[in-house]
């Protein structure tokens, strides 16, 4: 069964980049069906997709982060990765990774099917 | 952006009688392959959020048939047919036709 662990610092300092590393374990990121995301949710607010990546290097973003984002798949590990530069403030959220099975180019869509945990990210000096 | 609208925010439910949630879209969610690309996911307290229904009205996975949605375009409709102490959360819409994918906003089901 797949699942996505999210790892990384739990502190960053305004202005500094955050870093966050979904590692993928019972199953691969280079299944050319799937398209690896990253969604976050603001302390009692809702969610917000970051982006996603394919398992090939194939990006979308957000068009309110894209200055900011760079999400990158690492396939000789089964990871993927967020870099959020110039964080503030309002970057404080919990920040989920998640598979999608379809959409964009591809003629089927499944949903977003499996979720990690999620992990907390505060921007505070 | 393709805007997502939910309502009711907030719905207070008795166990054992049913619920709706209505989910509107700013834009047709009706991709070139017949599917409407609208997704249904549940946020319990302290979770993360899971998947309900996909492209409308498919189950994920393990959903009981208490659930189930409908609609086509931009109208769409969750309907939880006895709801259980279980089913307390977060109700999100999400569309995946275009980039950026977008969120309703959320309704919260809390039982009576």
């Known amino acids: 069964q797949l699942q996505l662990q999210e790892s990384g610092p739990g502190l960053v300092k305004p202005s500094e980049t955050l870093s966050l590393t979904c590692t993928v374990s019972g199953g691969s990121i280079s299944n050319d069906t799937f398209y690896w995301g990253w969604i976050r949710q603001p302390p009692g607010k809702g969610l917000e997709w970051i982006g996603s990546?394919?398992?090939?290097?194939?990006?979308y973003y957000n068009p309110s982060l894209k200055s900011r984002v760079t999400i990158s798949a690492e396939t000789s590990k089964n990871q993927f990765s967020l870099q959020l530069r110039s964080v503030s403030a309002a970057d404080t959220s919990i920040y989920y990774c998640?598979?999608?099975?379809?959409?964009?180019?591809?003629?089927?869509?499944?949903?977003?099917?499996?979720w990690g945990q999620g992990t907390t990210v505060t921007v505070s000096s | 952006d393709i805007v997502m609208t939910q309502s009711p925010l907030a719905l207070p439910v008795t166990p054992g009688e049913a619920a709706s949630i209505s989910c509107r879209s700013s834009?047709?969610?009706?991709?070139?392959?017949?599917?409407?690309?609208l997704d249904w996911y549940l946020q319990k307290p302290g979770q993360s959020p899971q998947l309900l229904i996909y492209v409308g009205s498919n189950r994920a996975s393990g959903v009981p048939d208490r659930f189930s949605g409908s609609g086509s375009g931009t109208h769409f409709t969750l309907k939880i047919s006895r709801v259980e102490a279980d089913d307390v959360g977060v109700y999100y819409c999400m569309q995946a036709l275009q980039t950026p994918v977008t969120f309703g906003q959320g309704t919260r089901l809390e039982i009576k």
């Open positions: 990546v394919y398992y090939s290097g194939s990006t």
């Open positions: 998640a598979k999608q099975r379809g959409g964009y180019l591809f003629s089927f869509y499944s949903g977003m099917d499996v």
């Open positions: 834009q047709s969610l009706l991709h070139g392959n017949g599917y409407n690309y």
